[in-house]
């Protein structure tokens, strides 16, 4: 891509900055610097391009798209923003769009090993297994040094169940690049499928401490210890103990009492997982306020456990914007009123309640004080 003006020009000092904040893993940061690029000179197609790969970072498909596109039409023959179309439009499910548009970088510059890893990618989307392999392994050919390129065959692998393999592409990308934290996330599923649960943990452990700001990374680290599944099953059997509380019948109450204690060894089976992640690791999760929204990488029929009643939407929602405090005290008072007065259906419903005020409050305290030793992400690298 051809540079537009010398580097004493403002556009060019600006979009430098805004490359440098995308390297260190700020592209919010980034954005200001490249919109401020853009309004020196509107015909930097490199700026333009820089704005949509900031976007994609930022998980802004629609937003990159649009700059992708302006960066194409600003420079035709650059395959740069084909590539970035390629991957704005997968990300926005349009998967004969995006395999066009990584066609299109592979002959605008057919030895870039980075348009057939896109290539690859779009293919895998639109489940042309051999093609996406194929386009992989050409781009190993074409930089056999790419840790890139490497993970990608071991992704194409894994898409598939290939194990073996795939676990050979990832420790070949890892040799390559030992920061990758892609691959190490990616090995930890193959060795998950493998059964082998205690390499795949220290391998998520690693990605954390490279990578903290992943999502797909901490997501993994619940599920790698059975945390969230010892959390749901403690929910539907407390929550099934509650109701059968107040039958008053001898044998449904010794079955209720029986149900919240098997919820209560499942809660504590769950914090013994969680006590098992080293200090740094478990500070993460424990802080991310994402870690609970439950966003699979490979369980797709899990995406139903994610449907709720409007209602619930809006309790949700309302109850997000309230202090934690309050939320809690609400619970509270409208636990102890409803005692009073008798009310056995408001003594369940606020019951039911009282676990997300006081893990909610819980959240709240921890990011004020945390724990000692615990670690941050910095904003640079």
């Known amino acids: 891509m051809r540079e537009r003006a010398h580097g004493g020009d403002p556009a060019v000092r600006s979009r430098e900055r805004g490359s440098a904040l995308i390297d260190l893993g700020r592209p919010a940061d980034a954005l200001v610097d490249l919109r401020s690029a853009i309004a020196h000179d509107p015909g930097d197609a490199h700026a333009h391009c820089l704005i949509a790969l900031a976007h994609v970072k930022l998980d802004q498909p629609r937003e990159a798209l649009e700059a992708a596109r302006a960066g194409a039409a600003l420079d035709p023959e650059d395959a740069w923003p084909q590539r970035l179309m390629a991957i704005a439009l997968g990300k926005l499910g349009k998967k004969r769009l995006a395999r066009t548009a990584a066609l299109e970088a592979c002959r605008l510059d057919p030895e870039e090993p980075m348009a057939h890893i ?23 050919e074409l930089d056999p040094g790419s840790g890139d390129a490497q993970h990608q065959v071991g992704l194409v692998l894994l898409a598939h169940e290939r194990l073996a393999e795939a676990e050979a592409a990832f420790h070949a990308a890892l040799e390559l690049n030992p920061e990758n934290s892609h691959a ?9 499928q493998m059964q082998r649960r205690g390499e795949a943990l220290d391998e998520l452990e690693t990605a954390a401490r490279i990578d903290p700001r992943s999502k797909a990374v901490r997501q993994n680290l619940l599920l790698i210890g059975g945390a969230r599944m010892k959390r749901r099953a403690a929910v539907v059997l407390g929550g099934i103990g509650v109701l059968a509380l107040p039958s008053g019948q001898g044998n449904a109450t010794v079955g ?11 809660e504590f089976l769950r914090w013994r ?21 439950f966003n699979p990488t490979r369980w797709e029929w899990k995406w139903l456990l994610q449907l709720r009643p409007w209602w619930w939407l809006l309790i949700r929602e309302g109850a997000k914007r309230m202090p934690a405090w309050l939320v809690l005290g609400v619970n509270l008072a409208g636990l102890a009123l409803a005692a009073v007065g008798r009310n056995g259906g408001w003594v369940i419903i606020m019951a039911l309640g009282l ?27």
């Open 118 to 140: 896109v290539l690859s990618g779009a293919l895998q989307e639109a489940r042309d297994e051999a093609g996406a392999l194929a386009a992989a392994h050409h781009a190993v």
């Open 184 to 192: 190490l996330n990616n090995l930890a599923l193959v060795h998950l």
């Open 256 to 266: 209720a009492l029986a149900l919240l204690v098997i919820a209560a060894v499942l």
């Open 273 to 293: 997982s969680l006590q098992a992640l080293d200090v740094p690791t478990r500070t993460l999760v424990h802080d991310d306020a994402r870690a609970r929204r």
């Open 355 to 381: 676990p997300f005020s006081a893990w909610r409050f819980h959240r709240e305290w921890r990011r004020k004080h945390p724990p000692k030793g615990s670690w941050k992400p910095r904003d640079s690298a």
